[in-house]
């Protein structure tokens, strides 16, 4: 009896493995990479609502009372307005150049085979390498004999061949990958290859439109060699320039709280672009990394 009630001891199917303890390293990396990132920022945008004493004697103390004339009088009093609007429009007019032309280029190059196709392509990529710094005296140059020095189209035009590459660069491997039939359906029911690209390949393509435009955007609106070399107006300085000038007038007059506002004023766009846009960034660059 004794020997019939033993019953061996029941045994999983399947043995059951050990759960793994998660990583805390790559978390605190990340936290670690976002207090070393964040921190500037919301410190300078702090320190721009303070006084210039809480800003020299208390500088990591909250401001007893938030001063927004102190963004009043950079605005207007240190000319910010003037170089965010100057910004507004070399930056905008480069932008709209530079995705329609590299749309155009990455289309052409990637939809049609023709004789020096890869050679164009790896030239433009070749581009990308290539240190800008080396070709400011020549810049310099053809840009003045052009008669172009210290004016809106000539920075408009070197910003746009300063972002084409990249632009081809990236846009290529979408219109590449493109489903052919779409548009050769298209071109069955009467459109041009103009129409084609316009109507059809453009809105297919629009993840990445956009992920490589608020790169486009992030790269030119804080662009401060080429307009430091082609761009001597003061006048029509960008706000990059604006700012360098701002920080050494005020640095003399210890105007760290103009300082400050200007400063927090030239960023607020790229922050709002990257905010708003921060989905559409990841949806291209995953379009892209899937494709």
Same mark, same amino acid.
């Given at each position: 009896m004794t020997a019939l009630l033993e019953r061996p001891p029941l045994q999983s199917?399947?043995?059951?493995p050990p759960r793994s303890r998660p990583?805390?390293?790559?978390?605190? @990396? !990340?936290?670690?990479?976002? +207090?070393?990132?964040?921190?500037?920022?919301?410190? @300078?945008?702090?320190?721009?609502?303070?006084?210039?004493?809480?800003?020299? *004697?208390?500088?990591?103390?909250?401001?007893?009372?938030?001063?927004?004339?102190?963004?009043?009088?950079a605005w207007t009093a240190a000319n910010i307005g003037r170089y965010f609007l100057n910004s507004v429009i070399v930056v905008g007019a480069?932008?709209?150049? &530079? !995705?329609? %032309? /590299?749309?155009?280029? @990455?289309?052409?190059?990637?939809?049609?085979?023709?004789? /020096? *196709?890869?050679? $164009?392509?790896? &030239?433009?990529v070749a581009a990308m390498f290539f240190p800008v710094f080396l070709a400011l005296v020549p810049l310099f140059f053809v840009?003045?004999?052009? =008669?172009?020095?210290?004016?809106?189209?000539?920075? $408009? %035009? +070197?910003?746009?061949?300063?972002? +084409?590459?990249?632009?081809?660069?990236?846009?290529h491997a979408f219109f590449r990958n493109l489903p052919n039939?779409?548009?050769?359906? #298209?071109?069955?029911?009467?459109?041009?290859?103009? #129409?084609?690209?316009?109507?059809?390949?453009?809105?297919?393509?629009?993840? /990445?439109?956009?992920?490589?435009?608020?790169?486009?955007?992030? /790269?030119?609106?804080?662009?401060y060699l080429l307009p430091l070399v082609l761009n001597p107006d003061p006048d029509r300085y960008v706000l990059a320039q604006g700012l360098a000038a701002l920080s050494v007038s005020q640095g003399y007059r210890?105007?760290?709280? =103009?300082l400050f506002a200007g400063l927090t004023i030239a960023m607020l766009p790229v922050l709002v672009a990257y905010v708003a846009f921060q989905r559409h960034i990841r949806a291209g660059m995953t379009a892209g990394a899937v494709r």
């Open positions: 199917e399947e043995a059951v990583n805390p390293l790559p978390h605190l @990396a !990340m936290f670690a990479w976002a +207090v070393v990132t964040a921190l500037p920022l919301l410190w @300078a945008v702090v320190s721009s609502l303070k006084t210039d004493d809480e800003i020299l *004697n208390h500088p990591w103390a909250p401001p007893a009372e938030p001063h927004f004339e102190n963004w009043v009088r480069a932008l709209v150049l &530079t !995705m329609l %032309l /590299g749309s155009l280029v @990455a289309y052409a190059l990637a939809r049609y085979q023709f004789r /020096g *196709n890869r050679l $164009i392509y790896y &030239t433009f840009v003045q004999q052009l =008669g172009l020095l210290g004016t809106y189209p000539g920075l $408009i %035009l +070197v910003y746009t061949a300063y972002a +084409v590459p990249f632009t081809v660069f990236f846009l039939e779409v548009a050769e359906a #298209a071109i069955l029911d009467g459109c041009s290859h103009a #129409a084609v690209f316009f109507r059809v390949m453009l809105p297919l393509a629009r993840p /990445g439109l956009v992920a490589v435009g608020i790169f486009n955007f992030l /790269g030119l609106w804080n662009q210890s105007d760290w709280s =103009g």
